[in-house]
C-alpha cells in the first residue's frame, strides 16, 4: 500500500474519533482497526516515525475499547518503533506503560518481558534507566512469588553494571539473584551467584569486599560445603599468601568456567593489581602482634 493511502486510513480514523456537530461519539472500534492497519504498514514501509504515531493510537484505542492486553502490545510495538528511531527516553515510557497495562490484565509475565525489552534497547545508551527497568521487571516477577522466571534479569543487570565498571553494584545485584534463589531452593544457581559476586569483588581489587561477601556468604551451609563455595575459600587463600600461579589455576577450573560469559572474562583476567601487597600486608601485621608474655598478669 503507499504511503500516501496509509496516511489517508489515519487520517480517516482521526475523523472517526473527532467529535463534531454531525458525530457526537467517537468510533474507537473501527478506529483502532484503521490505526493499526497503517501503523503495520507504515512499520513495513520503515515510516518509523508515523508508525509509531499509529500504534500510540491504537493502544489507545484498545484502552478506550476496555482491551488492555492489546493496548499493551501496541504500546510494545510503539516503544519498537522508537528503538528504530534511537529515541531512547520514549523506548523507556512506552515499555513501562507496556506493562502496566499487563499489570491491567492480572498477567505479571508479560508485564516483566515489556519492562526487560525496554532494558535491553537502553542498555547502552541509558544504562542507569536500563537498570531500573530491570529491577522493576524483578520486583513484579518477586511479587507474584515466581522469582525463578527473573533469574536471567538479575543477571542481565549485573551485566550492565560490570560494563559500565560500576563493580560493587554488580556485586550487590549478584547478591540479590542468590537471595532470589535461596526461595526457590535453587542451590546451584545460589552458590554460583555468590562466588560470583566474591569474583567481581577481586577483579575491582576489593580484596575486604569479597572476604567479607565470603564470609557472610559462608553462613549459609549449601554454599560453604559447595564447590563454587570451596573454590572462593580457594580463590581467596591465593589472594592472601600473593600466589599468582595457583590465582590462575583456579580462574582456569571448571567451576569457573560454568559461570556466566560476563564473570569468566573477569575471573580469567584475575589477579588484578599487585597481590603480594596482600601477603605483605599480613606478614607485617603478624609482626605487629605482641606475643602473649605469660609472666604478665596484669
Known amino acids: 500500500m503507499a504511503t500516501s493511502d496509509l496516511q489517508n486510513l489515519m487520517t480517516n480514523a482521526d475523523n472517526l474519533t473527532t467529535l463534531s456537530f454531525t458525530r457526537w461519539n467517537a468510533d474507537w472500534r473501527n478506529a483502532t482497526v484503521l490505526y493499526e492497519q497503517a501503523a503495520n504498514g507504515l512499520k513495513i514501509a520503515k515510516d518509523y516515525e508515523r508508525a509509531k504515531i499509529a500504534y500510540e493510537k491504537a493502544s489507545k484505542g484498545h484502552e478506550m475499547l476496555s482491551s488492555p492486553w492489546e493496548a499493551a502490545k501496541n504500546m510494545e510495538s510503539a516503544g519498537a518503533m522508537s528503538k528504530e528511531l534511537r529515541n531512547w527516553t520514549e523506548v523507556g515510557d512506552f515499555f513501562r506503560r507496556a506493562s502496566e497495562l499487563y499489570i491491567e490484565c492480572g498477567r505479571s509475565q508479560p508485564a516483566s518481558d515489556a519492562l526487560a525489552k525496554g532494558a535491553r534497547a537502553l542498555e547502552d545508551s541509558l544504562p542507569e534507566e536500563a537498570i531500573k527497568l530491570y529491577t522493576d521487571a524483578c520486583e513484579i516477577l518477586e511479587e507474584a512469588g515466581v522469582e525463578q522466571m527473573a533469574f536471567d534479569l538479575y543477571r542481565d543487570a549485573a551485566n550492565v553494571y560490570i560494563k559500565h565498571e560500576k563493580f560493587t553494584d554488580a556485586a550487590s ?126
Open 173 to 298: 545485584f549478584l547478591l540479590r539473584l542468590g537471595l532470589a534463589a535461596d526461595k526457590c531452593n535453587a542451590t546451584n544457581t545460589q552458590t554460583k551467584a555468590y562466588l560470583s559476586a566474591i569474583i567481581v569483588s577481586l577483579y575491582a581489587q576489593d580484596f575486604k569486599q569479597a572476604e567479607k561477601c565470603y564470609n557472610d556468604c559462608s553462613q549459609i551451609d549449601g554454599f560453604l560445603r559447595s564447590d563454587h563455595g570451596r573454590c572462593a575459600s580457594k580463590l581467596l587463600t591465593a589472594f592472601k599468601d600473593g600466589d599468582i600461579e595457583e590465582i590462575k589455576r583456579i580462574t582456569q577450573s571448571s567451576i569457573i568456567s560454568n559461570l556466566d560469559h560476563m564473570i569468566i572474562r573477569l575471573a580469567r583476567k584475575l589477579p588484578m593489581g599487585d597481590v603480594n601487597a596482600l601477603k605483605t600486608d599480613r606478614d607485617t601485621t603478624k609482626e605487629e602482634e605482641e606475643p602473649l608474655d605469660e609472666n604478665d598478669l596484669t
